[in-house]
């Protein structure tokens, strides 16, 4: 009996340690609870997201949603209550305050949403993005050569001379990808850098992130409020309530012609406990509240209203 209970305890933990393997980004099950005033905050509620090595991931979700927090938890600013969370090399959870500072400063870049917390307000463009790159001991010469390069990628190079105050709002946005870049990190995180831009020109500052993870092969986690960004990136996450609950995937489709065109759809969450979120929508439509009816069909699964449900068979029978 003993035995038997120690083979699946042991079952479980590997399947629990195998969860994304392969991936370059996981959090497995994490849980965030802010203490204030006594009263306790859950702003991530098991969250589970595999990020691949090479994605351009967005995440969207509403405001109190809890992805400035994920977002703070992976650029290793904040601690999670609970869980698994594993970006490359690093855990995480388990990291001394040196490791934070070097994996800080080596594996990962930021670009936040205020314009003034990513840029040094007295130093130009070039003297901006240069900046990080004095701090790791890079000579002059090659450092104006890299700032150069990268303000020329997102076409931002007759920035060069001029300081933040001297810009519009999206290239400073671009100059400020561009200082998170510019140390070569692997992954880029933004947290709502188009929050005080318009549309137009956050579409440009969206494109920027795309050329950088194109050309640069930099794995990108951007989080905004836009609701055009998913034709920005293959694959949009949505968080409500602390945990994933739906993904827009776009894949491009050849067409027998030979044309291509773009297919997107959004899918459900199905997370490792089975659970998945039926939508406000759905649930109001057939006043789905408390108890429901699951059936496995041929190819699949329904959800009925328990008392529907109940209904129907009396009226057969
Ligand atoms: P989002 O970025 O999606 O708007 P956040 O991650 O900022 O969401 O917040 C998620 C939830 O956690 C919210 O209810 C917010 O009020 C709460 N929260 C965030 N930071 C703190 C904090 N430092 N102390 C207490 N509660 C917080
Ligand atoms: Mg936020």
Request: proline letters at 3%; hydrophobic letters at 40%.
């Amino acid at each position: 009996m003993t035995a038997t209970l120690g083979a699946l305890e042991e079952r479980a933990r590997r399947r629990h340690d195998d969860f994304g393997q392969d991936a370059l980004i996981v959090c497995d099950s994490l849980v965030r609870i802010y203490q204030s005033d006594g009263i306790e905050v859950q702003a991530l509620q098991g969250l589970d997201l595999l990020i691949e090595p090479g994605e351009l991931v967005a995440i969207v979700g509403a405001s109190g949603s809890g992805k400035s927090t994920l977002l703070s938890v992976l650029s290793g600013l904040d601690v999670p209550t609970a869980g698994r969370v594993r970006v490359g090399a690093w855990d995480l959870m388990t990291m001394t305050t040196r490791q934070r500072v070097e994996y800080r400063r080596s594996m990962v870049g930021f670009v936040w949403q205020q314009t003034a917390r990513n840029l040094v307000p007295y130093l130009t463009a070039a003297e901006n993005v240069a900046f990080p790159l004095q701090l790791a001991g890079v000579k002059a010469k090659e450092r104006a050569r890299r700032a150069a390069d990268l303000l020329e990628m997102f076409e931002i190079g007759y920035c060069a001379d001029r300081r933040p105050g001297e810009m519009s709002g999206g290239e400073q946005q671009r100059v400020a990808i561009a200082v998170g870049l510019v140390n070569d990190p692997q992954v880029l995180f933004a947290d709502e850098p188009t929050g005080e831009l318009d549309t137009a020109t956050s579409h440009v500052v969206l494109e920027s992130l795309r050329t950088a993870n194109r050309e640069l092969g930099t794995t990108i986690v951007v989080v905004t409020h836009d609701a055009g960004v998913s034709e920005h990136v293959q694959r949009t996450v949505a968080i409500r309530d602390g945990r994933t609950s739906s993904e827009v995937v776009r894949r491009t489709h050849t067409r027998e012609d030979g044309t291509e065109h773009v297919v997107a759809e959004e899918l459900a969450v199905l997370d490792r406990a089975g659970r998945v979120q039926l939508p406000k929508e759905f649930r109001e439509a057939l006043n789905l509240v408390g108890r429901v009816r699951l059936a496995l069909e041929e190819s699949q699964v329904s959800v009925r209203s328990a008392s529907g449900a109940a209904r129907d068979r009396e009226e057969q029978s």
